[in-house]
Structure formats: structure tokens, C-alpha cells
């Protein structure tokens, strides 16, 4: 039976029960129609697969009875295009059926029986709603600092990244992090830009996506050595008792989990914008009033200069920042050009040097910030003293530039010598450092007084 001959002006039955289902009334009559279009593509594909009756199946079942597969052919870039719109397909059939709030795909996770799960990058793409889950965010355990113990100040004060000469390395695509071999690679293709790129001012031009060019600064980390647990932390629901003269400091989730500040040069322009909703846009337009979004394009600057103004024309659709289950993503929206991240906490997760500055071409995105792996250090730092727990500070600051990268590869060494770039705070993991630091108290040898 041909599901399409009801008529040009009435919708199949297929189509109508499957869109009852849908989570969420449509809020104009153009998204409306898009999701019957939406549909309707699917319902097209799904005949020639014989995946009809699995999807109603689910849907229908709200996944209660277990389904299999059901697939769909892989496009070249990933993507599925429903009239002028394109996204990942199994990001737009789960925020049909199951989460209309979803935002992305860093919020998915598939089930381990899902055999066509989009991340598999298999020749066709499992869209089934019920074979993902949503990404929780992980409860991150506390950490306990000893109350009796008098810490010594540092003799030598730590160099910093910008007292340094960058070095130059290639991170190469083909070998796994060195810590977090389930980690992605550090770029790849997303949905909302195509993986396809041409960088401005770059020394590298990558025909891969999933090739990022860095450039190190300072001493290299060792991640194994970070990341060991302390003794002393007790996961939650644990029996052991509380040691002696500790105090416990626990996460808390701020209102606005990040900050961010836009500079030109050495000049911050504007004020701080506070991030409150999980997806951020910071981008070269005009919107004076979206909480998604930092536009750019509305500061002015009396010291702005030719090459400030040239490069604030290739912002385009700059970068998004993603806050998902305790992660923190930035992916290159940008048609034409690459953003360069400098993310400490990604640097510990590579295994690259301390302050390298990664290359991140347009369509490709990196994890810059994980609240588990930075728990652990604060855990180990903790018992190391009150200067390897301060330290941390710049964990929690990530520097990210438009379209002009800086380091040793770069005419520009410093990030205050490129035109346009912002700084973003985290600020759940800086409030939770402030604790701990209030906790321990400042070391022996450190207090000054208005005689030294």
C-alpha cells in the first residue's frame, strides 16, 4: 500500500499517528509544518528499509518493548537536510518523540545495543528515539581538606604562559589521548556547520577535520601524574568514616556556570556577558537581547584599528560553547576561518604542554573543560599544598581568539597581541577552588605587611 494516496490534501495515517507522538505542540505554524515535513522524509526513507513498523513500534511503546535499529542512510557530512534546515538525524527525531528541549548531540548517548548509533560513523544511522539517552551530569564527590596542617610558601613562584616562548608540535590525529582513550578525537565534524574549512593566518592547512595544530608552551604535563585520587576522598554513599581535622567542600552548580569577556588586543570592550542557559553563540552580529547569545558585532571601541575592524568582518558565526554533563565543548561555527583555543584542562586530557594553543578549524569542535577530570586534580592538589591547589585558577580560564592564531607558528605570540578574543571564566569551578582555598587559609611565609 502506497502510505501517500490519500489524497494531496490529507496526511497518511502513518504520518498522523506518528506525529501525535510528538513531545512538544509546535509554537508557530512554520515549525509545524516542518516537523510534517520532517516526517514525512522519514516516513519516505523508512519504506524502502521496511523500519515503519520498528519506529511506531517504539514511539508508540514510548520504549517500553525493545526495538531494533532503524536506519537510515548516512549523508556525506552527517547531517539530514528537512527543506531548508539541516541537522544531525537523530538529534531531530529525538527532540520530536522524546526531549524537545535537547540542544545538541553532546547531550545524546546511544545504548550499548544500538548497532547503528550515529557516533559508529556506519554507512547508515540508527534514528530510533529510544536507542539514546540523554547525558546526566555526574554528582562530582568532595573533596576534603585537612583543617591542622600549616602549608609553606613556594619558594620559586611558577612561571607563567606568557612569560614563555611557545613551542610548536603537531598533534597527531591517528594516536589516542593519553589519558581518556574514550575521549573523542580533539576535532571533529558537527551538526551545525559543514566540515569543510579554509583558515586566515594559519601556518597549517588541514585536510582533515580531524587534525588540529598546536602550539605548547612551558613544561609538558603528566597526566597520569594529575589525575592520581586522593586518599583521602570518600565518593557519596560511602561508609568510611570522616578522618580527623577535615573539612568537607562540595560542588555546587552556580547560577550562571561561565563568563565571558570580549578583547581587542590588550583592550577589554564591553561588559561580561553571564552564561545561564547550556548553549552559548559567541558570534560577530547584532542581537542586542538573546540569552544564547553574545553578539560582538554591537561593541564599539574608539582605539580600533584596520586590522581589528578586517578581522571582526571574518567573526561571521564565531564559536558555541556547549555545557553538558559537567563537559564543556566549543565547536567552530564559523564559515570561512578557525578559532585557536588555549584550554589548560585540555592540554592535562592530550597530554600536550601547559598552556598549548590548539588550531580549531570551522566545522570541528573541542572538549575544553571536564568537571571530573578537574575534580581529581583539585583532590590531588589539595594534598600538595595551597599553592598547587591556587594554581589551579587557570584551569578555569580558557583564552579563545578569532581567526588569528598566536604562538611561536604565529607572527603573534601572545593572545593579547591578536585582534579579537575572549576569556571565559568557569565559574562553578572557580567558586569551588575559592572554598577550598578559604578552607586551608593562606601559607606560612606568604603574608605581607606594610614594613616587608
Not at 518523540?97 to 540508527?126: G, M, Y
Not at 547525558?135 to 619558594?155: G, K, R
Not at 556556570?257 to 556577558?273: A, D, H, L
Not at 575534580?375 to 595551597?386: D, P, R, T
Amino acid at each position: 500500500m502506497n502510505v501517500f494516496s490519500n489524497g494531496p490534501f490529507s496526511q497518511p495515517p502513518i504520518i498522523k499517528r506518528l506525529l501525535n507522538y510528538k513531545q512538544a505542540p509546535d509554537e508557530d505554524e512554520g515549525e509545524e509544518r516542518w516537523s510534517e515535513k520532517a516526517v514525512k522524509s522519514l516516513v519516505k526513507k523508512l519504506k524502502k528499509t521496511g523500519g515503519l513498523q520498528e519506529l511506531e513500534k517504539a514511539i508508540t511503546s514510548l520504549g517500553h518493548q525493545p526495538t531494533r535499529c532503524v536506519t537510515i542512510p548516512r549523508s556525506l557530512d552527517g547531517r539530514l537536510q528537512v527543506s531548508h534546515r539541516k541537522g544531525l538525524p537523530h538529534v531531530i527525531y529525538c527532540r520530536l518523540w522524546r526531549w524537545p528541549d535537547l540542544q545538541n548531540h553532546h547531550e545524546l548517548k546511544a545504548i550499548d545495543s544500538c548497532q547503528f548509533a550515529f557516533s559508529l560513523k556506519r554507512d547508515d544511522v540508527c534514528i530510533n528515539p529510544y536507542h539514546y539517552v540523554r547525558v546526566e551530569t555526574p554528582v562530582l564527590p568532595p573533596v576534603l581538606v585537612p583543617t591542622n596542617i600549616h602549608y609553606d610558601a613556594p619558594l620559586d613562584r611558577p612561571q607563567l604562559a606568557e612569560e614563555i616562548l611557545p613551542d610548536n608540535v603537531v598533534f597527531p590525529s591517528t594516536e589516542p589521548p593519553t589519558v581518556f582513550p574514550e575521549t573523542p578525537p580533539p576535532a571533529y565534524p558537527t551538526d551545525e556547520v559543514a566540515s569543510s574549512s579554509s583558515a586566515m593566518d594559519s601556518p597549517h592547512v588541514l585536510s582533515n577535520p580531524s587534525s588540529v595544530s598546536v602550539s605548547g608552551v612551558g613544561s609538558p604535563i603528566s597526566p597520569s601524574s594529575c589525575l592520581s585520587p586522593s586518599p583521602y576522598m570518600r565518593t557519596p554513599g560511602s561508609d568510611v568514616a570522616l578522618p580527623p581535622d577535615y573539612q568537607v567542600v562540595t560542588y555546587c552548580e552556580p547560577a550562571y556556570w561561565c563568563s565571558v569577556s570580549y578583547y581587542e588586543m590588550k583592550n577589554r570592550v564591553g561588559e561580561v556577558f553571564n552564561a545561564a542557559k547550556p548553549s552559548l553563540t559567541i558570534d560577530g552580529y547584532t542581537d542586542p537581547s538573546s540569552a544564547e547569545r553574545f553578539c560582538l558585532g554591537l561593541l564599539s571601541n574608539i582605539h580600533r584599528d584596520p586590522i581589528i575592524e578586517q578581522t571582526r568582518r571574518h567573526i561571521g558565526r564565531g564559536v558555541r560553547l556547549f555545557y553538558v554533563g559537567g563537559e564543556v565543548f566549543a565547536e567552530c561555527s564559523s564559515e570561512s576561518s578557525s578559532i585557536f583555543i588555549q584550554s589548560p584542562n585540555a592540554n592535562v586530557r592530550y597530554g600536550w604542554h601547559a598552556a598549548t594553543v590548539c588550531k580549531v578549524p570551522s566545522g570541528c569542535h573541542l572538549k575544553i573543560f571536564n568537571n571530573q577530570e578537574f575534580a581529581h586534580l583539585l583532590a590531588q592538589s589539595v594534598n600538595q599544598g595551597f599553592e598547587a591547589v591556587y594554581q589551579l585558577t587557570r584551569m578555569c580560564t580558557i583564552r579563545v581568539s578569532f581567526v588569528k592564531g598566536w604562538g611561536a607558528e604565529y607572527r603573534r605570540q601572545t593572545v593579547t597581541c591578536t585582534p579579537c578574543w575572549i576569556e571565559i571564566h568557569l565559574n562553578g569551578p572557580l567558586q569551588w577552588l575559592d572554598k577550598v582555598l578559604t578552607q586551608m587559609g593562606a601559607p606560612e611565609g606568604s603574608r605581607v605587611g606594610s614594613n616587608t
